[in-house]
């Protein structure tokens, strides 16, 4: 079955960190560009970062400087180290594998930033 399972979803507080990863199964990530999404509350879904099969990057202007996605193959699995976390930065962050016409998202994982 081919689908992406996130994690590290969680609660912290303005100027924490967290650590979400991506686990693809049933497929090889090698091949896919690998992206994180995310939706606020009452928002629409938008790119938070890319990364190709080159390991070439993309953020969104809001998150530049403050996160960083990387892929490990070896281990089929995408993170997003997410640094001086803000709480505009509160989303359900979604997982996204695309490689030509095929695509593939995850189920999302919570993320709240509050004090």
């Known amino acids: ?10 609660l912290v507080q303005p ?7 991506c686990a693809a199964s049933g497929f090889t ?3 896919y560009v690998m992206s994180w999404y995310r939706q606020g509350p009452g928002q629409q879904r938008e790119l938070v ?3 190709t099969t080159s390991r070439i990057t993309n953020y969104a202007d809001s998150v530049k400087g403050r996160f960083t996605i990387s892929r490990d193959n070896a281990k089929n699995t995408v993170y997003l180290q ?3 976390l803000k ?5 359900v962050y979604y997982c996204y594998a695309r490689r030509l016409a095929a695509n593939v ?6 993320v709240t930033v509050s004090s």
Request: hydrophobic fraction near 30%; charge should be negative; proline fraction near 3%.
């Open 87 to 91: 709480p505009e930065d509160t989303a």
């Open 105 to 110: 998202w995850g189920q999302g994982t919570q």
């Open 29 to 31: 990530m090698d091949y």
């Open 82 to 84: 997410m640094d001086s």
């Open 49 to 51: 970062a890319s990364i």
């Open 15 to 21: 100027g924490g960190s967290l650590r979400l990863s």
């Open 1 to 10: 079955q081919v689908q992406l399972v996130e994690s590290g979803g969680g």
